[in-house]
């Protein structure tokens, strides 16, 4: 029944009671848009908004109010009369603020067949878990948040955590590594019931029971429930914001409820990721998984706390062969975890990130997982990989151990101080993005089809077939590959990233804010329309000025100059190094660009950066060669491909890319030809036909525009790499000047580290960041491929050992390596 709108109650003060009692009512159950309640929480927020206009007006480009949260976008509402007479079924709608968001974290669609795909967008609200009325149906009470909190952690589901020793000590296969390192010991002649043997098979089991009493966990609910809540308030204080998207929790919730054991895999940045991950999956009532730790956290009273949330502490290094015992009640350990119901978290990395990329991974504890479904031991596992991102890190930086000086010990003492430091500081927005769960089983196929298919191709051109062990090994890498490779490309871009990566690759020398505001907005258009998440949002710049707050005046400064006042990063070499590191997150999105960028620039005469050409032309062939070698180069340093896609894929996208931007002009009608002669090729060998056509190999020319845009363009993605490929130029220019053929590697790292310091003083270096250890030590390893260095280990010492081969096309020496790697740093003007 609707009621006339125009007729009104007869009393005015009856109305005006209803109306002020209504719009009492809405006031006290909803958010005001005008700041926080008196319980001081508001609902998400990405980026700060600077509303106190007296600070802004006093310096509106260096100071500005920070605030925790974005004013959410609602309709004010007031009800007066008018509106109390409205029709019943007429509905008052709270605008909230949202936007089209991809759906974030896929998985590939080659390797995983059974999952369904959809990268349509639609209407997504992310969620900040530091609100605990947002997220529960907790109420506010007159104790206020404090205490709301607490009960909220009381009432959380309590979870069953079994704890694994005996099931591990009766395992046949820790019984046998037993018998097996007794036996060792005893030189191998003893025998079951020798006197000697049956005392060091004693000693064996004891030595078991000491290594399964550090490595096993014993998860405390109440612990849980008493930490979850002192961390929670914790990072209250620390951060802004702590978001999640409520859809990837859901995922995450109907993985968990299979039944089948759930293993996480997060890229590794802080030490803050395990905490936040348990953090979240409490919150959201979600079994956390039992955590791998490594042996360097052992510190007074945290090593057992730690345990008591679910850590388990494993070497950092094993050699499963000289360690056997160890090994097997590790895997043993991880095994009947998962048996009886666990869940399992470890770092495929290995440790912390200390660039800000992601790292190679390593396969060890996958290679377990693999095992337990081999074995039967279970029917099979979710994989959830796992991004936590900061708009700036707990730990603050690694630029000491970039730079050689050893890493500091883990102590309680400065673990503590760690705390205190941190809770004096602000360190913006925490987010955790899941990717999507799919099986290992479908992972695990897919990749062991493709090592299948390659062994074939060796044996059809008579090579040597891999043995069912390198096999094997060479699937569960390239799985390792594949996730860290998906979880990194999927990874939000957080504003300190962004801004950092501007500052680094664009105006290194400085701009003004509103330059830097405009070429924020266009990488944005660009990060979206490539389907990758942006864990910011708000006008460009009141990002940059919340990224410049959070980065500090230590790291970027304001300049008056002529021009006017500009922003600027600090040139210091610790500074640029802190600075690459947060630039370093957006390298999975330019990476490909950047290889190809390199590859054209060296490929093309330097005359056409001064003189009046309006296009020179290079060959495709030349291009993917020289592709390839900086993939090979760097293999230790980054995953440029995953195993399903192949390097002709990776260049055609870029080709298109720089062809949209006119940085290249294609002639379409060869590469349509060379394209069908490709499927022309595939299709007649896989014909069993004896007789095969030949075919003439069409090497497409691209022609380069060289007019400024597009020069400026392709100088902006060749700087991404270039740190890197000056380090590796340092790295094999350092080896031509010994005056021996073999040098201890920790001399020599720092022997090169202070020829890099001279020469970016001489300015023959331009970029103050390539100066990293990792990637010296990367580049040994690189060059042991390419057989032009051989590395010895001794006592836990490392000799470098120059290879004086005659060089050739499979063995180039080093002074072919320095050349060519010196062809792609040459300057540019």
Wanted: hydrophobic share 40%.
């Amino acid at each position: 029944m609707n009621c006339p709108r125009m007729d009104l109650p007869k009393s005015e003060e009856m109305v005006e009671a209803l109306s002020t009692s209504f719009q009492n009512l809405y006031n006290k159950y909803t958010r005001s848009e005008n700041g926080p309640q008196d319980d001081l929480r508001r609902e998400v927020y990405i980026v700060p908004v600077n509303n106190n206009t007296a600070v802004a007006a006093e310096d509106a480009q260096n100071q500005f109010l920070l605030q925790r949260y974005r004013p959410k976008v609602r309709r004010a509402f007031t009800f007066d009369a008018k509106h109390l007479c409205q029709a019943k079924n007429q509905r008052w709608e709270i605008m909230r603020q949202s936007r089209l968001r991809v759906s974030s974290g896929q998985c590939c669609s080659v390797c995983i067949p059974n999952i369904s795909f959809n990268n349509s967008k639609a209407v997504s609200n992310l969620k900040n878990l530091l609100d605990i009325y947002n997220i529960s149906a907790t109420r506010k009470s007159m104790f206020g948040c404090f205490i709301d909190d607490l009960k909220f952690f009381y009432q959380l589901k309590r979870q069953e955590y079994k704890y694994i020793y005996d099931e591990v000590l009766e395992d046949e296969a820790v019984e046998k590594a037993i018998a097996a390192a007794a036996r060792d010991a005893c030189s191998g002649d003893a025998v079951v019931g020798d006197s000697r043997f049956d005392e060091e098979m004693r000693t064996q089991q004891a030595n078991t029971r000491r290594i399964l009493t550090v490595i096993s966990a014993n998860v405390k609910n109440w612990v849980y429930k008493v930490i979850g809540w002192f961390t929670y308030r914790m990072i209250s204080l620390l951060a802004t914001s702590l978001v999640v998207q409520p859809l990837q929790i859901d995922r995450v919730r109907e993985a968990e409820q299979s039944g089948l054991p759930v293993i996480y895999l997060p890229l590794h940045k802080s030490h803050m990721d395990y905490i936040l991950l348990g953090l979240v999956l409490t919150v959201n009532n979600i079994k956390p998984p039992l955590v791998a730790a490594g042996e360097n956290l052992r510190v007074f009273f945290i090593s057992k706390l730690l345990s008591f949330l679910g850590a388990f502490y494993i070497k950092r290094q094993v050699d499963t062969k000289k360690d056997q015992l160890y090994w097997s009640v590790l895997s043993s350990y991880i095994k009947n975890s998962m048996k009886s119901g666990h869940h399992i978290e470890f770092f495929l990395e290995g440790a912390r990130t200390r660039s800000g990329k992601c790292c190679v991974p390593k396969a060890g504890l996958l290679s377990i997982i693999v095992e337990a479904y081999h074995e039967k031991v279970i029917e099979d596992a979710w994989i959830v990989p796992v991004s936590m991102n900061y708009d700036r890190i707990l730990e603050g930086n690694f630029v000491r151990e970039q730079l050689g000086q050893p890493k500091k010990k883990e102590t309680f003492y400065a673990a503590i101080s760690t705390f205190i430091k941190a809770i004096c500081s602000h360190y913006g927005i925490m987010r955790v993005d899941f990717n999507k769960p799919y099986r290992l089983r479908d992972l695990y196929e897919s990749i062991d089809k493709l090592t299948q298919l390659e062994n074939e191709s060796l044996n059809k051109n008579g090579m040597e077939m891999m043995s069912a062990t390198v096999r094997y090994k060479n699937t569960v890498d390239r799985m390792a590959k594949h996730i860290v490779y998906d979880c990194w490309k999927s990874s939000p871009i957080m504003s300190t990233h962004a801004v950092c990566f501007l500052l680094l690759n664009k105006h290194r020398n400085g701009t003004t804010l509103e330059q830097l505001s405009k070429d924020l907005s266009m990488m944005r258009d660009k990060l979206s329309q490539s389907d990758r998440d942006i864990g910011f949002s708000g006008r460009s710049i009141d990002v940059i000025k919340h990224a410049l707050d959070l980065l500090g005046p230590k790291l970027v400064v304001y300049e008056n100059t002529d021009s006017g006042r500009i922003v600027k990063p600090i040139l210091d070499v610790p500074v640029l190094i802190e600075l690459s590191y947060y630039a370093n997150n957006l390298i999975s999105h330019f990476m490909h660009q950047s290889l190809v960028a390199l590859t054209i620039c060296k490929l093309v005469s330097l005359d056409i950066w001064n003189s009046g050409i309006t296009e020179t032309k290079i060959s495709r062939n030349d291009l993917v060669e020289d592709v390839l070698f900086l993939i090979n180069l760097l293999q230790f340093d980054f995953v440029f491909i995953k195993p399903c896609d192949n390097l002709d894929n990776i260049v055609d996208k870029v080709i298109r890319h720089f062809e949209e931007e006119e940085i290249i002009l294609m002639d379409m009608m060869l590469e349509e030809e060379r394209h069908s002669q490709n499927i022309a090729k595939l299709l007649d060998s896989d014909s069993d036909d004896e007789y095969q056509r030949t075919y003439v190999e069409i090497d497409v020319k691209y022609r380069i525009n060289t007019n400024a845009s597009s020069l400026n363009q392709l100088k902006f993605y060749r700087s991404v790499m270039m740190p890197y490929l000056e380090c590796m130029a340092e790295s094999a220019g350092s080896f031509l000047a010994l005056s021996e053929n073999s040098v201890i590697e920790r001399d020599h790292v720092q022997i090169i580290l202070n020829q890099m310091h001279e020469n970016l003083e001489e300015g023959i270096l331009s970029y103050g960041e390539s100066i990293s250890v990792d990637t010296i030590k990367h580049s040994f390893l690189a060059f042991e491929k390419f057989n032009c260095l051989q590395i010895t280990t001794k006592d836990n010492i490392k000799t470098l050992n120059i290879i004086n081969n005659q060089p050739s096309e499979l063995n180039p020496s080093m002074q072919v390596m320095s050349e060519y790697i010196e062809g792609f740093v040459k300057q540019m003007n």
